[in-house]
């Protein structure tokens, strides 16, 4: 595997490459890597392009209290973990080499970022879309693949490559999950083993709340407030949202009668914690 923070060397191993006729798979990640990630990975080798990895914790997208310092990073770890999973490159750049001088210009994709984690992260999306612009300007990938635990981050880079005619494919990968249900996420480490026994009840929920839309339940507001009283009666957890929202625009919804997505995100001590489910629907004849 070759690696390189620098972004001119990147640029001449991936233009080697393309020369060669080679088709350039990217999988952006922000490191502390997981069975997600290798996920992903494995999705990007499978297409059988020059598979490029990104770690970068991006400061652009932490609002000002947010867990940017002490965001868990790994280098030599990751870097071992994504050898080992067959990578062509590693890219991790510095925060200089991203951004050598303070940022004026954006991407922002309005509207979707507004809901969700949009509402209480503000700035958070136009800091991945502008990081991610970067990264896709920086190694001109075919394919980028996202996890869908980011449900509305994959949604917005799609629309985001849409809108700008971007020359990419985005592919959305599940959410990968442990054995007991908990999805897997870099911040899980940071849960005390109590916390961790609690926060199985977002997947519980999720799966619980699924059943009921598949035995007819039709009302939003009901799903989100089955949610909201499970996750209170058996947990500390406090609620950030739980929205039941049209799985391909994020749009509100009031009776269920397309594919929804139902999201979630809960703070459990100071972990922040988010996790979705798509549910699809018969429609009613
Ligand atoms: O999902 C993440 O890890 C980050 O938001 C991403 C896409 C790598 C951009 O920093």
Known sequence: MQRTANITELRKLVAEKKRLGKA?????TMGYLHRGHLTLIENAKQT??????SIFVNPLQFGPNEDYARYPRDLERDARLVEEAGVDLLFHPSVEEMYPQPMVTFVEVSQLDKVLCGANRPGHFRGVTTVVSKL????????????QKDYQQYLIIRRMVSDLNLPLEVRGVPIVREEDGLALSSRNVFLSAEQRQEALI?????????????????????????IRK??????????????????????????????VLIALAVRFGSTRLIDNKVVEVEPDV
């Open 136 to 147: 896709f300007h920086i190694v001109q990938p075919d394919i980028a693949f996202f996890g």
């Open 202 to 226: 977002l997947s519980r929920s999720l799966r619980e709340a699924e059943g009921l839309i598949k035995n007819g339940e039709r009302s939003a507001r009901e799903i989100e407030e089955f």
């Open 48 to 53: 059988g392009a020059y598979v490029v990895v």
């Open 24 to 28: 350039i798979a990217l999988v952006p």
């Open 230 to 259: 499970t996750i209170s009666r058996e947990s500390q957890g406090l609620v950030d949202y739980i929205e039941v929202r049209d799985a391909d625009d994020l749009s509100d919804v009031v009776n269920i009668e397309r594919p």
